[in-house]
């Protein structure tokens, strides 16, 4: 029977059997990806036990080599009871040798395997110990690779963020449009509609009555949640501004007239605000307090006159052209702008002539710099949208309205939103006679024409709505290009394109001349139309000249249609000169003379196009006006009437005049208490405001004057009207005839 050391040498020479061998290969190569390399740790730990033990028995197996040395030294004539062994492990064929010859050749062989296997022993060893060494130097790399990796992609994202703000730092794009945070959510401004209260709480006095404490904590709330939208809508560097206690500025800006607009401020003390951290580890852009923005709530009765996903649709392709503010967010009720560093212009700078060039040459690169879609050219001038669109919520109110009137509930005297009752029928006439009569003017327009389609070929992508509010100079600072002379025009910037769409010029232009009209700043009459302040035809000349002579693109204009067919020849004579020393001066004053008499023409061409299409501006503001007004009672009476009607199941919630149905039939019993509690707090502040505040304030309560503001618009139509002989004076009301506002040019 074999000794235990015997079967321990045996265990170590004998071949390794298939289990043996799979596990042998499981083991990875250098560098190889198993299990090991997902955890180094394990496969780290697991090598050393084995070269541990590879030491171990090669200790054992050198005793036990000695040990067999010395046992065929002492027991040379014994049969070796090993040789079964090793003929199994070998295949030795020694049967039919002599004892001694087998004996001899036995312990030769035993020496040389116990060599081998200890050079096998050796060379494992190495083996083992040289992996868990690159094991080691290849987690070294790895881990150097992967923080060198994690540093180009922070380079990289560096670098991106770096190009990305040259076009837009909070608006993302991708192919070319605006990606755009939205969040469906809604934020009430009905209780800070005052041009006051929005400043900071050190400029704020909190001494009062309990009037003045209810507009702070309104204005106080307001912020609050302005602060979370920002968060929301990610505003680049808002997030910073903490959700509590942050006292941000929000003032309301004036001359708005169909959203309340303010621009929001960051606190003045945000470093305050922030964690505290080492002054040295934040980045210049952290030590920056976030931008301004520009706030857009839209009005009550907007929803009648605007499509926002039409909107939206402009305001990306006006992004791929870089023209108007970026948007930074959408939420239900309104959007976030970019804040520019400029000053709006007032009505006496639309009279300046220089000013007044300026903004013709950004009308023309308006025009020519926005490709009209297929679909607006088809559809026609946006005017007549408009007025097709509008035109029945138009009839319900002015209907509702006209029936008051006739029947003398007007009333003796009203204030603010009430003025109406004072004033006669908003139209001059009732609504049927003017709807009529606008019909009628708009058939002669397109017979000018010989046509629809003939209109439809001359529209170009306008603003139609440049009023002065809408016009922006910005405040260039150090070396800006538009310091320079022929970059001077580009300072002014058009905002709000809401109305945006295919018109054709003449319409943009007479749009822009009337706005010369108003003073939407003045205190007590801001809806007044003042004809008087119309362009004088010299005045129209120089604006209108200023266009034509304006190429923003490119040196020659191809021709677009009949009506543009003199721009690409028009030009200032010297860009023109010819340096042909050979050519006679005589034909140099005959081209100069044939470019002045092209200019010529297209300037009286486009003012007459501008006198024919300054009925329909008004005829679409007089519904603009209509459509925006408020007026006690009438949405409620209007919505009784729908339902008794059985308007109210037309699909998408809006009657027959397009006017959305409320939800009052379906408030739930604690909704109707609500509803119930925030009407008698209103009524509540309503006793309250006379006793505590002065008359201007039920002025600003009330708001613009739009029933003013459209029959101001209806006396311009009547008067152009007469004087293009499509109205005689015998058909209009005497009292019609002595309000119509007429401008003979």
């Known amino acids: 029977m074999a000794t235990a050391d015997e079967d321990t040498t045996a265990a170590l020479l004998a071949e390794p059997s298939s289990k043996d061998l799979t596990a042998i290969d499981s083991i990875p190569a250098s560098g190889g990806r198993t299990s090991h390399s997902r955890h180094p740790h394990h496969a780290n730990h697991l090598l050393s036990q084995v070269r541990d033990w590879l030491h171990h028995e090669k200790a054992r197996a050198s005793k036990r080599k000695s040990k067999v040395h010395r046992h065929h030294g002492q027991h040379a004539g014994k049969p070796d009871r090993l040789k079964p062994f090793v003929d199994q492990v070998h295949g030795d064929q020694v049967h039919g040798h002599g004892q001694q010859q087998h004996s001899n050749h036995h312990r030769r062989q035993s020496s040389e395997l116990s060599d081998d296997d200890s050079l096998a022993l050796e060379k494992l060893e190495k083996i083992l110990s040289t992996n868990l060494q690159l094991d080691s130097d290849s987690q070294n790399v790895s881990a150097s690779r992967k923080a060198s990796l994690v540093t180009r992609k922070g380079s990289i994202r560096r670098s991106i963020r770096k190009k990305s703000t040259g076009v837009s730092s909070d608006t993302e794009y991708q192919d070319g449009d605006m990606l755009v945070p939205s969040a469906d959510v809604t934020l009430d401004n009905s209780k800070t509609l005052s041009y006051t209260g929005g400043a900071d709480s050190a400029q704020v006095d909190l001494v009062g009555s309990s009037k003045s404490k209810k507009e702070r904590d309104a204005w106080v709330q307001f912020k609050n949640e302005i602060v979370r939208l920002t968060h929301t809508l990610k505003c680049k560097g808002w997030r910073r501004v903490p959700l509590e206690g942050a006292d941000i500025e929000v003032e309301r800006l004036s001359g708005a007239l169909t959203n309340a607009v303010y621009v929001v401020s960051p606190p003045k003390d945000l470093s305050q605000l922030l964690p ?73 700078d639309l009279r300046n002539p220089e000013t007044s060039k300026q903004i013709a040459k950004r009308m023309r690169e308006l025009h020519e710099g926005i490709e009209l879609l297929p679909e607006e050219r088809t559809a026609g001038p946006f005017v007549w949208r408009n007025w097709d669109s509008w035109v029945g919520r138009c009839a319900d109110v002015i209907s509702w309205l006209d029936e008051k009137m006739i029947a003398g509930q007007q009333g003796t005297e009203g204030k603010g939103a009430d003025a109406w009752k004072q004033r006669g029928l908003v139209c001059g006439v009732e609504w049927p006679v003017f709807r009529k009569t606008v019909d009628r003017y708009r058939k002669w327009l397109e017979d000018q024409y010989g046509g629809s389609d003939a209109i439809k070929d001359t529209l170009v992508f306008a603003h139609n709505d440049t009023q002065y509010g809408n016009l922006l100079r910005l405040k260039p600072s150090g070396e800006s290009p538009l310091l320079m002379p022929a970059n001077e025009h580009k300072q002014l910037i058009v905002i709000d394109f809401e109305y945006a769409s295919a018109n054709v010029p003449g319409l943009e232009f007479a749009n822009h001349f009337t706005e010369w009209c108003y003073n939407y700043h003045e205190p007590s009459s801001s809806y007044a139309l003042r004809e008087r302040g119309y362009p004088r035809v010299e005045e129209q000349h120089r604006f209108l000249k200023a266009y034509v002579q304006h190429r923003p693109f490119r040196p020659s204009l191809s021709t677009q249609s009949s009506s543009t067919s003199l721009r690409p020849t028009l030009s200032h004579s010297v860009s023109n000169f010819m340096l042909d020393s050979r050519a006679p001066p005589a034909q140099f004053a005959e081209d100069e003379k044939g470019r002045e008499e092209r200019v010529e023409n297209e300037v009286r061409r486009l003012m007459h196009e501008a006198r024919i299409w300054r009925p329909a501006n008004s005829a679409m503001w007089v519904a603009w006006g209509i459509v925006q007004a408020k007026v006690e009672g009438m949405d409620e009476a209007l919505h009784a009437k729908k339902t008794a009607e059985g308007d109210e199941d037309v699909p998408g919630g809006k009657g027959t005049s397009g006017a959305p149905q409320t939800e009052s039939n379906h408030m739930t019993p604690e909704s109707k208490n609500m509803a119930k509690d925030e009407e008698e707090n209103q009524k509540e502040e309503a006793r309250e405001a006379p006793a505590e505040g002065p008359e201007a304030d039920d002025e600003e309560e009330a708001g613009f004057d739009y029933l003013g503001y459209a029959q101001q618009r209806a006396m311009f139509f009547w008067g152009d009207m007469l004087q293009m002989g499509l109205v005689r004076k015998e058909e209009l009301p005497k009292e019609v005839r002595a309000k119509a506002k007429v401008v003979d040019y």
């Open 276 to 348: 505290n951290r080492n002054d040295s580890t934040l980045s210049l852009a952290n030590k920056r307090p976030p931008a301004k923005l520009l706030l857009r709530i839209y009005g009550p009765q907007v929803e009648h006159l605007i499509d926002r996903d039409n909107e939206l649709q402009i305001l990306r392709r006006l992004a791929r052209k870089r023209i108007g503010p970026r948007l930074l967010g959408t939420f239900a009720n309104g959007r976030f702008e970019e804040f520019f560093n400029a000053v709006t212009l007032t009505a006496k």
